[in-house]
Structure formats: C-alpha cells, structure tokens
C-alpha cells in the first residue's frame, strides 16, 4: 500500500504550515522528474505520476498474438546482438586543479548497439515476412527488442551482467498507443489486432476505476490471462523539507532541523528475512520443490507488503520532502568472501529502493559520509564501531545520525553551489548538536497479527515530559 501526497491549487502555491489533505491509494508507483524551478523560497518540482492496473481477459485470440510477439521479440534481439560491434576503451586519467582523477581505471570492452535507419530497415523488412498483424506490432516489437538490449548493455557496463545475449523467458505484448483507441467516457480500450479486427478492454466498474478518474492512458502490456494498464497523470510538489537518510541493514537514520533525528527499525524484516532463509534451506536439503517455492512467495509477498507500508507511512508522515539517500549499492559493500550471498541480498533490499518510487528521492555521493565530522568538516581516517569522535572538535555521536546529516548537507550544498554561495554544514548556526537536536524520533513498521501496523510518531520535549501515543517507542537522543 502507498499514500500519495495531496494536490495543491496550480493557479497559487500553499500556504507556509498549512495542511494538506490526504488520501489513500493502491497501486504501482513511478516519479519522474519533469521540471525544476523555484516559487518564492519553495522548490517547486513537477511530477508524472504512473499506476498500473490489471484488468482479467479471456479471448483465445490473445494467446496466439502472444506467441508471435515472443518469438519476432527473440528474433529482433537477435539480430540487434549479431551487429553489436565492440571496442576498446582505455584507463584514461584528467587532471582537475592540482589533483589527478581517474575517470577509467581499467581497459573494458564497450558494445556498440547498430542504430543507423539502414539496419532498422532491414530488421522492420525481416520480421514482416512472417506478420499475421497489423504492421505497428512490428515497430512494437523492435522498440521492445531496443529497450531490452539497452538495459542490457547499462548493466554490462556496470559489471552487473555478462557478455550474453537476453532471452525471453515471460509471455506478454507490449502495445504502441498507435494500435489503441481511448474512449475516456465509456472507460474502454480498443486495440487493433488485424485490419478489421479489435480487442476491447474495459476498466468500467472495477475496483480502482475512482483512483485513475482524469488520468490518461498509456502502453498496456498484454498477458495470456490479464491486461496491464498504466495510467499517468501529473502534479506540482511544493517541497518545503529535505531529510538525509543513511540506509543501514538494521536502520534507516535520518536528519531533518525542524524534526529532529528519524530513526527506522528495521529489524522485524531483517528477522523476517532470516527466517524464511532458514525454512527455504530446509525444503532444499529434503528435496521439497513445491515447499520452497510456497516459502519463497510467501516472503516475497510479506517482504513487500513490509517495505511498502513503511514506504507508504513515510511519504504520509514527511510531506512536502525530498528524501535524500547515497548513490550506492549496498549489497556490493558487504565482502563477498565473509559473507555469503544471501546475507548480501538482504542488505540489497531496503526501503530506500521503494522509497524512490513512492516519493521525491535524490542521490549525493557517498564518500566519507560516515567519516566527515558534520560540525567542523574535519575527514576521520580509519572509523570503526556505531559512534563518531571527531579528534578535531571532539563531537561525539552515532556514526549513522552523523552519515545523514552529511548526506543532507551535500545535497543542499550542490544546490548552493550553483549560485556561488558560501560552504555550510550540517548543523546549526550554533554548531551544538546537544543544544539543537534533543529529540529522536522513531517510526517504523510492527508486526501486529498478521499484517504489519505503523506505529504513530510522537516526541518527547527535552524536560522528560512525554506525550502518549500508540505503538511507539521514542528515546531522547543527545550528542556527546
């Protein structure tokens, strides 16, 4: 489950501290950044927002449409990778100021995927010898056999895949908006299979109909038993906040002046986690095929029913926010000889990766974010443990809170760099964390029954007062 924020009025921006309504939705999530400006001293960013829904079909004819696309898919990828011409590219090495930067550091071996018009040409020419279809089913084709040779090579080039040519391995058709006809008001699609032949889709009375009231309609993805229909629209976010998060396999840590400390638990799911490694090991060693795969889905299913829920009260929680992570992978952090690979994956998988798609996320380099003293600047050497000490100024704090005040200051300073202002850190004027930061705030996800619950966030004033709330467990936190 997510929450989306509420929609503000486009002719005028809201009111500073004023509230916003919000409202439940289901549904996949996807932003992309379209514009960036500024209003004022709020940063305005403009948003596309897509959802996709499935919608059960039963018509013999689909399967049959299925089948060719899968095969001329396979065939377009084929050739696409026969015409592949690779070359070598070299450690290169540039001067920036005084200091040397290694842009290559090895020599590798670069695809080159053919794009001239005369070899599409000639691939549009082959896979129309053998089209029972209308013709833009074979432009289809060839802008899916693209995109899956591109993605391909982004991951070869990342050292996340080998030099091995994709296979289909899944039935579906994806659908150019060329061979669809919207009809908005009887919420149907018509999508031309044959000259004088159609299939018509319906999203009238289902469940999610009111949640994509006024949104368009975009490529449907079709399946032997279902249809997959993403709808888009667009919003303005007036962001007025930026937290800097520090993803921990236990934890997330984040940092924001007018909260305070964010502390995430992520126990339960690393908990979660480990014990369905254990049951899946246990239908292995017995040879229970079908038991493994159970325990598979089943964490799987609870896994993201976690991480959404959790995503979800964090975007209800911090409106208005950009959620600021490092760039990194973190499965590639944990070493590969003392760790085995299932103790890497699960540190892969952590919220931040949903959070990106259920909010407004940015990326700052990771360097030293953990060994850079936040109150004088100052870059520790060697850093071991959970607590920071700064030899310089003697600021004394968890490692983890000290990452995310980093992350959020470089990411702001990159914003001030632009405009040539002066460098800042991570906290106050005052430079005083123990006066300025007395309050941890915790929010997280517990198990309760079968489904997980958000637990409600409140904060403890610096006298010890404390306020009464559900589920939650707030600690005064104060910097050494």
């Not at 403009?46 to 919608?55: C, D, G």
């Not at 070598?88 to 071996?109: A, T």
Request: net charge positive.
């Amino acid at each position: 489950m997510a929450q989306r924020g509420a929609h503000h009025n486009r002719s005028s921006p809201p009111r500073p501290g004023g509230s916003e309504p919000q409202e439940t939705v289901l549904g996949s999530y996807l932003f992309i950044r379209v514009d960036i400006s500024f209003y004022g001293a709020i940063l305005l960013k403009i948003l596309e927002l897509v959802r996709a829904y499935s919608v059960p079909i039963r018509d013999d004819r689909v399967r049959g449409l299925i089948t060719w696309y899968v095969k001329a898919l396979q065939n377009a990828i084929d050739m696409i990778w026969d015409n592949i011409r690779w070359k070598y590219s070299f450690p290169k090495i540039v001067r920036k100021g005084k200091k040397l930067v290694v842009i290559r550091g090895s020599k590798v071996r670069i695809p080159i995927i053919p794009r001239d018009r005369a070899f599409k040409k000639r691939l549009r020419d082959e896979l129309m010898k053998d089209n029972p279809y209308a013709r833009h089913w074979v432009d289809a084709v060839i802008r899916t056999a693209y995109s899956i040779v591109e993605s391909w090579r982004r991951r070869y080039l990342k050292g996340r895949a080998r030099k091995v040519k994709p296979k289909i391995r899944r039935r579906f058709a994806r659908c150019k908006t060329t061979l669809m006809k919207i009809d908005y008001q009887a919420k149907t699609i018509r999508i031309t299979l044959k000259q004088g032949e159609y299939l018509t889709i319906s999203w009238r009375s289902t469940w999610f109909e009111h949640r994509v009231r006024g949104w368009t309609v975009g490529e449907v993805i079709i399946k032997d038993d279902r249809v997959v229909i993403p709808f888009k629209s667009s919003e303005e976010i007036y962001v007025r906040r930026v937290i800097g998060w520090d993803s921990y396999e236990l934890s997330l840590d984040g940092y924001e002046p007018s909260i305070g400390f964010i502390h995430v638990d992520l126990k339960p799911l690393q908990s979660m986690k480990i014990l369905y490694e254990r049951k899946k090991a246990i239908a292995q060693r017995k040879g229970k095929r079908e038991l493994y795969e159970k325990y598979e889905a089943r964490e799987r299913n609870r896994e993201k029913d976690f991480i959404n829920k959790l995503s979800a009260g964090l975007r209800m929680l911090f409106q208005n926010t950009i959620h600021v992570f490092e760039d990194l992978d973190k499965e590639d952090l944990v070493s590969r000889k003392k760790r085995r690979k299932n103790r890497r994956k699960r540190n892969a998988r952590t919220p931040w990766r949903r959070m990106s798609e259920v909010a407004l996320t940015a990326s700052v380099d990771p360097r030293n974010t953990s060994r850079e003293c936040p109150r004088c600047g100052y870059v520790v050497e060697t850093q071991e443990g959970h607590v920071f000490e700064c030899p310089r100024c003697g600021l004394k704090m968890n490692r983890h809170k000290a990452a995310s005040i980093n992350i959020r200051r470089r990411y702001l300073e990159g914003k001030r760099r632009r405009k040539r202002r002066a460098r800042m850190r991570g906290f106050p004027h005052s430079n005083e964390p123990e006066e300025a930061m007395m309050v941890e705030l915790w929010v997280g996800v517990t198990p309760s029954g079968r489904s997980p619950v958000i637990w409600i966030p409140m904060k403890r004033d610096p006298e010890g007062d404390e306020t009464k709330g559900r589920g939650l467990d707030i600690k005064q936190y104060q910097a050494r």
